[in-house]
């Protein structure tokens, strides 16, 4: 069931790409992200791969929990969760 | 001679410009980022530069004005896996390779072994289908890497149909017809890493590097993981020859116009990797492969450890002006078809390619 939610990235991709920041209607962390590759098309290849999974080196976290599926992106989101997408540390 | 050259290194793509007193840092594009491959253009044409974001992923970024300013483009992207597909995941992990064919195609190689194609600019890529969906793709190996990859696109200069693919480990393959068909061409490399009986496997083979001559283009050239071999009938055969102080290495440049003349930088085989004796030399061969000289002035001759890469030492259209840079980030220059080395920097980040051109 869709529920109003809002969507941060980090702002190391904004070097890159424009990442927008928006509440938006979603039930899965997948309806969220899609709702921001609707405003900007290149920021998909930055978060998912080409199996459309989560970058092995990006990650979600869902109102201060990790992302459990990696792949479907199906975690089900809470009216008011916050979506931060982030860099996840690797090596120093 | 050629007046420009570009380096791409793990942070960074450096432009160097031959001014009075050698070669200079003139610009630099994608400071701290990795660039793993770039493609230079001639004048008015779109110069392309391969980024390898540590979290983010592969990009292409493009260039109309020799890289002055840049602009994101069309990433290469695997379909979706079939469920059950054998073989490394169908997702993208580094541009090793670019080249433009006289027809104005782009091939970009890959790792993990998809060879993809642009027929406009870079706006959009297709993989293709008729190599990667072979069989004898699942026997390829990750060579350096997990996975395969695709690091020498040889074109033919008067058939723009006629690509042949180096890979490591999967062999080389040749098209005669712009990608549609696909034939191995690796008869006589051998490969002491694998059990007696696929030895001679051609599938199977590590060529580290191979170059066409462009004056004669049944030539090629090949370092490979166990030696060096030569094809002087555009790689139907292959024939093994031995070099001093060794065959083991990564580059080889090749002559654009003696199909004779080529030069290596060699290492010691194959688990330490360092020059021998701890000193730098290129060697070079002027008939054929039957001798070499290893040259070795201005290049340092104790305690370096550099190793030069594949994509690492690069001659110009004379076939006198050479560059070499190594994983340390050290960058020599020669101006006299190797016979002596100037240094250009000990300071740069470690280094992935090298190109002339502007």
Redesign the interface.
Known sequence: MPVMVRIVFTP??RR??DTPELDTEAGTVREALEAAFALNP?LR???L???G?L?A??VIFIDGRRLRELETLSDALQPGSVVHVL??L?GG | MSNTAWVATRKGLFELRYEADGWQIANISFLAEPVSMVMPAPTGQRMLAALS?????T?VQGSDDGGATWT?LA?P?????PAGAEGP????QQIWSMERDSAGTIWAGTNPGGLFKSSDGALSWQLVESLWLRPERLEWMGGGSETPGIHSICLHPTNSAELLLGISCGGAWRTTDAGANWALRADGMSADFMPPERQMDQNIQDPHLIKRCEAAPDVLWAQHHCGIWRSGDNGASWQQIQAQPSSFGFAVAVHPQAPDTAWFAPAIKDEKRLPVDAALCVTRTRDGGKSFEALRTGLPQEHCYDLIYRHCLVVDETGQRLLMGSTTGKLWASDDGGDSWQTVSLYLPPIYALRFGA
């Open positions: 190391q991709l890159f790409t290149r290849g930055y978060v791969d080409d199996q999974h970058r080196n990006v860099q996840a690797s | 974001l540590g979290h983010f992923g990009k994101e990433t992207t695997f379909p979706e896996q995941a169908w997702k993208l």
